[in-house]
């Protein structure tokens, strides 16, 4: 039988429902992304962890928390579940390539459990590993063998993949104790600030442009410039990106529409309903049949 080691995918273009899905098939879930239309991500966060290696073309740039963070080819970037980030993949050549592996959350856990690592210091942490050590303990081969458990079933793929991340954690306990990592390519104490409120008062409804640039002492018109250059968003889009996962988590755990609606901090029904739609494709209600459908019923829908 022909193995293919890693698939490839050419212009993904990432929306919030495709972001945050869970993994479709598997614990891990390894590909060859190839970005050359498709310039930008949305601003959004993963449940599983992610790690990008980026090795033909251009650099890669993300925003996090305020942070920008430049990788270079043969650099891996690391992700923790949850963590808010957008990315921008043309910034030195018209294409990109880069192998991204796709960790689910829970595995992660067993396998770091298992690997006999206590509290280490990146536990949690974006950590971005320099190409030398990538190169050295050859990371890139690694990937490779991840991607290839896709072709292993049972409790072989399962214990299989968790011996690879396993020796992928030791690996990075090893590496970011040598100082073998890259800082921040830039940082902003002003936006890491504003991001920080957003995220944690985003279900309120007074929350507007105007009320966080007063909370961070600065005018409005330098806040909207600043945070759109580290993070890569407006800060209209970002808190709407966050009160739209909000709301799509309360639909999922069995609230109306309209409550969820309400307790994301949305004040316009009308308004909410085609932000929805347009970010999604389908409106909350569409959303929420869906939930209540079987998997045999979706997968039996043509």
Known sequence: MFVQKVPHIKDQFLTQERASMELES???????????????SVVHSHPYYELVLPLVGSNVRYSVDGNIYDINLGEMIIFPARCYHAGMFNITDKISERLIAQIDAELWQEALLASGLVAPTWLGQLVILDADAVTAWDLRGLFERMAQTAYLHGSTQHMVQRCELMELLLLMDQIVAERRTAPPSATSALVAKAVAFLQANYTDPNLTVGSLAKYTYTSREHLSRAFKTYTMESVHGYLTNLRMQHCRRAIAAGASVLDACNASGFTNYTSFLKTFRSLYGITPSEYRNQLRRTPEQVHSTP
């Open 26 to 40: 598997g614990q891990i879930a390894v590909g060859w992304y190839t970005n050359e239309q498709d310039s930008q």
